[in-house]
């Protein structure tokens, strides 16, 4: 028997990225918990309002999501503990432009670059509604096919309530076969 | 150096959750793994537009969210093989009605009760745009201070390239703080 605590968000644990964007001709980066994929063809990024990265990403529709790995994680973390409205974090990373001109960061080794359809406003955030103009991957994380590979390629999550970071996992099965 | 593999969906892993709702005064269910979540208060769930479940809460602008772990992973993985347009689903679960009148499933030790606000259409899909009206908790899933314990809890998470399952691994650190 379950407990109701409220109004309170759960959906985690969710994949940690950093987003990239040109802001005043620079490139900035900010982290990202909440996110989600709308369909089959879009990707969606919540940013609270006063975000610095915001202002280059409603400028030029272009925005990277770099998913975070352990290796740099702590480089990731830092990325939410300073605003660009203060400091200027352009030259944290190496980074190559994407071909709609967003920074992809090198050391991410999946980088999604999507260019913002839509914003949808709910209080103090915005949602950029984004197609996938382009998936950067690194040669490492792809299988023979040339599909992303979650055995090699592990993605921080990211879970609000404890503000913790996890691992994913081992694989346990395949998807519409373990129920039939 | 990345290379441009094509459009391709890649935010993942994300967690898996069977959605609830009621359909002509009866529960159905359906997987889903495309979910997100837009501000402090807002949860996203993209359903293609066939599905029987988007009639009822197209209807009654309610569902709830049941978060899969691995001791139900094999009914919730069925409930994305059988279609309720064929097939009466609403014996597969024992539930509880949410307090907005959405059936909770009792095997998840995590549900979210949501209203629908707003219905975001992109190419055949209803985005449906949520509240979050409560959240229901097992108490054997919360810390002392009474949050989500994601050290006990562990979502099972989704992938769509190669369609596997994985399991929500070890806790690595804590957000804000490992960069600091």
Redesign the interface.
Known sequence: ???????????????L?VIGAMVNGKPNYVLV????????????V?L?KPHYTNKGIIDNKVLS?N?VT?EW?????????VSGNKTDKSETFSY?LG?KGAP?IDD?????ECEVEDI?D????D?F?C?????????SI??DA?????HIL??????M????????????????????
């Open positions: 028997m379950k407990k109701n605590i409220g109004s309170v968000l759960a959906l985690y644990p969710m994949p990225a918990g909440h996110m989600g994929i709308m369909g089959h063809d879009h990707v969606m919540s609270a999501v998913i352990e994680l702590a480089k990731a973390d830092k990325m939410g503990c190559t071909e992809l991410a080794l999946l980088t999604i949808y709910t209080k103090g955030f949602n509604i197609t996938i103009a382009g998936t950067y991957a690194d040669d792809l299988t040339g599909k992303i590979n979650y592990k993605p921080v999550l990211f879970e309530p404890t503000y913790e970071y996890f691992k994913t996992g081992d694989v346990i099965g395949n998807c519409m076969k373990i129920g039939k």
